[in-house]
């Protein structure tokens, strides 16, 4: 979830230290492993929204439209498919960039496979804001995705063309 | 033919990508090549999502070892014998993992554990039944560990210096583990601390003698 190994191991040895700071206040209302998640996806959040500079909540971390609270509508062109594109470091680039909340529910369901209803008691929010911040993260991603290939195309050509003026 | 433009499709896309169709989105969807893109791309991207979680790796060790000493310095758990041998030995493992010298090294273990079973019982019965008096090895191993440290003396004090720190720390640990095994004689786990305290000793006397003859 955070795209970086050193940062991972400190945040494992951070989950694994509230977990025994915290345990004695596990009354068992979840199941454990539930409760054992929610304090890891809680410190993990905490660390991103450190980094981002922002003190907020699940909500307002995302980025709504701003006009209509829903995803940027980018129809797209049948030419530009990310289909050939979407390698692993592309797409970490692009999950690197979601804000927190995007990137918590979309690695919690499309990379680790959790369903909606274990997401919403895990980052204690409803199952509809979970189904709704994974569409809205992957329209994000698809957007990000696009900018990277087309800049990535760019490159290409301007490698292609100091190239070509080489040979003359 | 559909009465769903692509705005309507797109107000019905995250219901799409649940499962949940309708027939005029089909329908939208089979004459819009925008949206037919747009939704390729989607698919794309959970699909590569999910073969990223194929990626899970175990957390390497030194996450526990210095989880345990943070546990252990708010007062969350109190060392143990074998915690705190366990500590100490994947701490040695760390520092001397870069610098292999087995044909060294290997002298010295030998050594090391002929004594180390000295301590443990007060004589080795070889195969044939002989007992072997396992002092003068004692003896040998002393001279040679003297003979390590001389070499480092005349060197760089503050190489020297730290060395020797290492190397009363690596006795302090075999004497712990030794202390364990002779406790727990038939004690796997304590035999196996003790074997990586010898290890861990032979492979620093190595060390030593190494740096001496490159000076």
Redesign the interface.
């Known amino acids: 979830m955070v795209g970086n190994t050193a940062e991972a191991?400190d945040l494992?040895?951070e989950a694994?230290?509230q977990l025994?700071?915290k345990i004695s206040t596990f009354r068992g209302e979840s199941a454990f492993s539930t409760w054992l998640h929610r304090l890891a996806v809680n410190v993990v959040l905490m660390k991103l929204r450190k980094k981002s500079g922002k003190e907020t909540s699940l909500e307002q971390v995302t980025e709504p439209d701003e006009e209509s609270g829903s995803p940027r509508?980018?129809?797209?062109?049948?030419d530009?498919?990310?289909?050939g594109s979407?390698d692993?470091v592309n797409?970490?680039r692009a999950v690197d960039q979601l804000p927190p909340g995007y990137k918590a529910v979309?690695v919690l369901h499309?990379?680790?496979?959790y369903e909606h209803n274990e997401i919403a008691e895990i980052m204690g929010c409803s199952i509809g804001n979970s189904?709704?911040q994974l569409?809205k993260a992957?329209?994000r991603?698809?957007e990000l995705?696009h900018e990277i290939v087309r800049e990535k195309a760019r490159e290409d050509r301007r490698a292609a063309e100091s190239a070509s003026s080489g040979e003359d | 033919m559909s009465t769903m433009d692509?705005?309507a499709f797109?107000n019905q896309?995250?219901q799409w990508?649940?499962g949940e169709r309708s027939s005029d989105a089909r329908a939208h969807l089979r004459g819009c090549?925008?949206?037919?893109?747009?939704l390729?791309?989607?698919d794309?991207?959970?699909q590569?999502?999910?073969?990223?979680?194929d990626a899970d790796v175990a957390?390497?060790d030194?996450?526990w070892i210095?989880?345990r000493a943070?546990?252990e310095e708010?007062g969350?758990?109190h060392a143990d014998r074998h915690g705190w041998a366990d500590t100490v030995k994947g701490w040695f493992e760390e520092i001397f993992a870069v610098v292999p010298r087995p044909a060294l090294a290997g002298a010295y273990l030998v050594a090391l554990i002929a004594v180390g079973l000295a301590l443990a019982a007060p004589s080795y019965r070889r195969s044939d039944g002989a007992q072997i008096p396992t002092r003068p090895l004692t003896a040998q191993l002393n001279t040679d560990e003297e003979h390590a440290i001389s070499f480092v003396t005349d060197s760089d004090p503050a190489v020297a210096a730290s060395l020797r720190k290492n190397l009363a720390i690596v006795d302090n640990y075999i004497a712990l583990c030794e202390k364990s095994v002779q406790e727990e004689p038939e004690n796997e786990i304590a035999r196996d601390y003790l074997y990586g305290a010898y290890l861990q000793k032979a492979d620093l006397l190595a060390q030593m003698t190494e740096r001496g003859e490159t000076r």
Request: proline content about 6%.
């Open positions: 191991e494992t040895q694994f230290l025994f700071r509508r980018d129809f797209g062109a049948p530009l498919k990310l289909s979407l692993r797409i970490q979309f499309d990379v680790q496979g189904k709704s569409h992957r329209m991603l698809r995705l | 692509c705005n797109w896309l995250e990508m649940e090549p925008n949206c037919r893109s747009a390729t791309d989607l794309a991207i959970r590569s999502a999910s073969s990223m979680g957390p390497p030194r996450i210095s989880l943070q546990l708010e969350l758990i």
